[in-house]
């Protein structure tokens, strides 16, 4: 399995962007039956739980409740995280894991930088 996370780029505050997570090298039933998480890592800070994807059910950091949601799209085996009234605190590099078959997959950073 196999990720890439695209949709990363520069807006200002209170923008929106849509970041997606897209999966190769997966059938339809490990992709649904995934957890999937997305995480963001500031400069000089630790890496943090942005969101969870699991069933049905999706949870997120208090930074971004409200203002972030999960969501996938099982027949283009890819996982969203839309971002809405962005503010400079969300800068960062985004990734996305999968939890598929007991095993962890991560995929490469997708940067975030909000101006104020």
């Known amino acids: 399995v196999q990720l890439q996370a695209s949709g990363g780029g520069l807006v200002q505050a209170g923008g929106s962007l849509r970041l997606s997570c897209k999966a190769s090298?997966?059938?339809?039933?490990?992709?649904?039956?995934?957890?999937w998480e997305w995480y963001r890592q500031a400069p000089g800070k630790q890496r943090e739980l942005v969101g969870s994807?699991?069933?049905?059910?999706?949870t997120y950091g208090d930074a971004v409740k409200g203002r972030f949601t999960i969501s996938r799209d099982n027949a283009k085996r890819t996982v969203y995280l839309q971002m809405n009234s962005l503010k400079p605190e969300d800068t960062g590099v985004y990734s996305c894991?999968?939890?598929?078959?007991?095993?962890?997959?991560w995929g490469r950073g997708t940067q975030v930088t909000v101006s104020s």
């Open positions: 894991k999968a939890f598929i078959y007991s095993r962890d997959y």
């Open positions: 994807l699991s069933g049905g059910s999706t």
């Open positions: 090298g997966t059938i339809l039933s490990e992709f649904s039956s995934g957890a």
